[in-house]
């Protein structure tokens, strides 16, 4: 009946005597499943998928990857209200059909019952009533593709970025949740699944949802793709008729209520599971529990424990028999190279590596080069770091330069600012003569390479008033009233050693010719870009920017220098950009923190990925400024452990923290206008705390992760904790748990709560130290000694 709101299934009371005269022997084994049917197997269950699937990811090589028998009388029985059969999905696959919307597709061959074939005859009767309609047709008929809600509704899928418009982001390797809001009318069952596609169309491992509070209808599970590429990922909803019957069994077994049929309805459904269970994972135990349902010689009771025993439920949890299995909308899913969520970072200006500085002035200062510069990277290897910074590279104008501390006049010796880019010696493809040739970079790079280092590269994209394009491309900018080319400006600063880009005369001109400079610095091993300011450049600049690099070179990385209004931080994020600078500089206090860092790891992952710089040459925070030493290491552990990504500039192990002047968060004799050399040979460094920091995110795989984190409750508004958890790839638990002293000056005690009541032993990696933890746990952190815990936790195989 086309109201009928009941599930469709053969009504038992209809068939129940024929289908007890019948013989109780089954069908061999080996009839039970089509070998030539992909799994999850379909056979007749109504599949409400939305046509948008047409041209996603995976969908040619679904429909083309096998043929399925399509069952006209099953397919309008079905949509009749009658017999609905089964889906049963092949464990360690998700399901291959994602297309349009496709009814009657089947699969393993069902069992032909006395049952079965009163269906088919009340099927063939209303195949001849469907001849004569009982009134005129509409115009347009309605057909499934037209409807919104599936049969079982799967309602707001999330990761979810602009509406499925564009791709949620992973990297190779990271595991996140998938969630739906999925439920049903009445009083029956249901269960989901999520299905990842890899870029062929693949489905991975069948990945079973679960509620994830009860009465919220809000499903979950964790997935994980393992490599680069363009997946995606759907939810799958669907009735679970095992479920209910267990559900009514349970309550009417006890009360001696339609016992015998209660027992044959699940017998039923046993046989019709164990049809998608493969022989050799044990189908024999689910037909043997079948056999049990009937066994008269056992009580009612014992029968129905039978059919939930611990290997049946196993089994049927991981190949359910699924009914009226409706799909969301494949998303889009971009999984990245592991650098574009997991690296330590080191910053350093290569002109200050072997400079030579007169303090008295008389001699002219001498610029550190690119091969002196790459003296420095092995002790920047053995900290630990993953990729060292370079800030402009190329010729810096004379026109405008800026003196020491951003004064406007510049002495005959003074360097510049780096960002001032382009001479008569070149722009953005140059060297500048100072540091050496393209071969001394191409140098660098190779020592880098050699000590497992990657090189960023800084791409700032603005120009000096030297820069050869303004006279070759004087479209580009901007010019006033009176001719003059405008300067930058963020009032009351000014900047007339820099002139910004203007993109609206010739964006396809600055397209081109961007796309040209970055992979001329492809070509020489640059596969990180750091590129500053991007969000006073047209998004849509990047986007086509962006998109052209990644189509040939998917493994180069790009990190937005975007201090800014969090939609655009989020927009850069979506249409391209794989990292993005934050504002956990200025994030100092508890209330501040957790807030902060719940926004990155909660909605905002899917489209941003934070890196966490503890400093830059323009940030030095009033923390770091007035909190001794006691506060660099506070931040660098804040940093090292909250997001997988973060960063330090030079100094930082040395503890710079003299500013400009008062309430100012630039340096004094600030690197970006003159050499700095510096004394490495000290031995009262933060390197060694560094190193310690660097070796655990390396060791563990929860500090290379950005949506495990969870705060833990303190009474002590100065002690700030949280953990971190992930399985590796041995199956054990590795959690990390962090305590730390926000407050650099004092002692501070407090009890940290933590779920569960142990006990169990932790280690904290930064002393040594062994303590035996459980639900509540006292902690004594002292800022000049120990400001910080960093417990971990192995527990057992998962």
């Known amino acids: 009946m086309h109201g009928d709101t009941r599930d469709q299934s053969t009504p038992v009371a209809d068939t129940l005597d024929a289908a007890v005269a019948e013989s109780s022997g089954r069908m061999d084994s080996d009839t039970r499943t089509d070998p030539a049917m992909p799994a999850p197997r379909t056979s007749g269950a ?3 998928e939305p046509s948008e699937a047409a041209g996603q990811p995976g969908a040619e090589e679904d429909r083309t990857a096998a043929p399925r028998r399509r069952t006209t009388t099953t397919r309008r029985a079905a949509t009749a209200g009658s017999t609905a059969q089964a889906v049963t999905p092949k464990a360690g696959a998700g399901t291959s059909a994602v297309g349009t919307s496709a009814v009657g597709k089947s699969a393993a061959a069902p069992r032909k019952t006395a049952a079965s074939k009163t269906a088919a005859s009340r099927t063939a009767t209303s195949k001849t009533a469907a001849k004569t309609p009982a009134r005129k047709p509409s115009a347009r008929k309605t057909t499934e593709s037209d409807t919104v809600i599936g049969r079982i509704p799967v309602l707001d899928v999330s990761p979810l970025v602009d509406a499925g418009r564009r791709p949620a982001k992973a990297v190779a390797g990271e595991t996140f949740l998938v969630t739906a809001t999925v439920f049903r009318e009445g009083h029956d069952a249901v269960n989901a699944n999520v299905v990842l596609r890899d870029p062929r169309g693949r489905s991975g491992p069948w990945t079973p949802m679960r509620e994830l509070a009860e009465g919220t209808d809000r499903w979950g599970a964790h997935v994980t793709p393992t490599a680069p590429g363009r997946w995606s990922y759907l939810v799958e909803a669907w009735s679970d008729p095992v479920a209910t019957w267990r559900r009514t069994a349970s309550v009417k077994l006890p009360a001696g209520i339609d016992t015998a049929l209660v027992l044959e309805e699940g017998a039923r459904l046993l046989e019709q599971a164990a049809n998608g269970v493969p022989k050799k994972e044990g189908r024999a135990h689910v037909l043997a529990a079948a056999d049990a349902l ?24 991981r190949y359910p028999l699924r009914e009226l299995v409706s799909a969301s909308r494949p998303l889009p899913l971009q999984v990245d190279r592991e650098r574009a969520l997991f690296g330590s970072w080191y910053e350093f200006f290569p002109r200050s590596e072997g400079a030579v500085v007169d303090p008295s002035g008389v001699e002219p200062p001498r610029s550190g080069t690119l091969r002196t510069a790459a003296e420095r990277l092995p002790a920047v290897a053995a900290m630990g770091f993953d990729v060292v910074y370079l800030p402009p590279v190329h010729p810096i104008g004379r026109a405008y330069r800026k003196g020491p501390d951003n004064t406007l006049t510049a002495g005959p010796h003074d360097v510049g600012s780096p960002w001032a880019i382009g001479s008569p010696e070149g722009g953005h493809d140059a060297i500048h003569p100072d540091l050496g040739t393209i071969e001394d970079f191409d140098h660098f790079v190779a020592e880098a390479q050699a000590l497992h280092l990657e090189v960023a590269l800084d791409f700032a994209l603005q ?8 006279n070759k491309h004087p479209e580009w900018f901007s010019h006033r009233a009176d001719g003059t080319i405008a300067y930058a400006e963020n009032p009351p600063k000014k900047y007339q050693d820099i002139y910004p880009i203007n993109f609206d005369q010739d964006m396809e001109g600055i397209v081109k010719e961007t796309i040209r400079i970055l992979r001329f610095w492809m070509s020489h091993g640059v596969r990180i870009f750091r590129v500053d300011n991007p969000h006073t450049k047209p998004v849509l600049f990047w986007e086509k920017v962006l998109a052209d690099i990644a189509r040939t070179d998917p493994d180069v990385v ?25 504002y956990f500089t200025w994030r100092t206090t508890k209330p501040e923190l957790t807030e902060y860092l ?48 973060y960063g330090v500039y030079a100094g930082y192990e040395l503890f710079e923290n003299e500013p400009a002047r008062p309430g100012s968060e630039e340096y004094l004799h600030s690197e970006k206008y003159e050499l700095r050399p510096r004394d490495w040979n000290r031995t009262d460094t933060l390197a060694p705390l560094l190193t310690v920091l660097n070796r655990l995110r390396r060791r563990h795989p929860a500090l290379q992760q950005l949506r495990d984190l969870r705060f833990h409750p303190t009474d002590n508004d100065q002690v700030i904790a949280y953990s971190k958890t992930a399985t590796t790839p041995e199956g054990l638990t590795d959690q990390v748990i962090t305590v730390v002293n926000l407050d650099p000056h004092h002692v501070q005690e407090a009890t940290v709560t933590l779920d569960g009541d142990g006990p169990y032993a932790v280690h904290d990696e930064l002393t040594g130290a062994v303590y035996t933890w459980g639900r509540h746990n006292y902690v004594r952190l002292d800022p000049s000694a120990e400001p910080a815990h960093l417990l971990t936790v192995r527990r057992n195989p998962a």
């Open 46 to 48: 109504v599949r409400d």
């Open 294 to 317: 009937r066994d008269p010689g056992l009580p009612p009771l014992s029968r129905l424990a039978a059919a939930l025993a611990p290997e049946v439920l196993d089994l049927l949890a």
């Open 463 to 470: 120009c000096s008033p030297d820069h050869p394009w303004v």
């Open 558 to 582: 790009f990190l937005a220098e975007a201090f800014t209004r969090p939609a655009m931080m989020h927009t850069l994020g979506k249409i391209g950009f794989h990292q993005s600078y934050t």
């Open 598 to 645: 719940t926004e990155l790891t909660g909605d905002a992952a899917a489209c941003m990925r934070p890196n966490f710089f503890a400093n830059t040459p323009d940030i030095l925070h009033a923390y770091l400024q007035h909190g001794g030493r006691a506060a660099f290491a506070v931040r660098a552990v804040l940093a090292a452990t909250l997001a997988p990504s």
